[in-house]
């Protein structure tokens, strides 16, 4: 899987960060795991096309002392549908700007 790590997070950052993604992103069904949607306007052609597989979003995990974005849109509400792939460069860019200004908002020492 092709992701960006944060790591060596102190605990209270952890912390800012867990309810960070609370307040502006889906927390999913597995523990430590949220969904941050993606633009409409960031989709590539196919998701873009796909109006019933919308949301797309990529998935944060947070484990004892880092952060994981992964490069993955998908969909939330279709598991088996083609629109779903990696990020294209503006999407990245998308995912990379979202942890620094999480980063940034929350104050934290990386």
Sequence with gaps: ??????????????????AFL????????LDQVF????PDDLLS???F???DCRP?????????????LE???RSLKHMRCDCPGYCTRQQQDFVINFAHNMIKQ?????
Excluded: C, P
Excluded at 22 to 28: D, R
């Design 106 to 110: 929350l104050d934290i020492t990386t």
């Design 71 to 73: 490069f993955l849109v």
């Design 35 to 38: 969904w941050v949607k993606i």
């Design 45 to 47: 052609e196919k998701q």
């Design 49 to 51: 096309q796909h109006l």
């Design 56 to 68: 797309h979003a990529f998935a944060v995990e947070l484990g004892s002392d880092w952060i994981k």
């Design 1 to 18: 899987m092709r992701s960006y790590l944060i790591d060596e997070v102190m605990k209270s950052d952890m912390e800012k960060v867990s």
């Design 22 to 29: 609370t307040e502006n992103a889906t927390k999913s069904n």
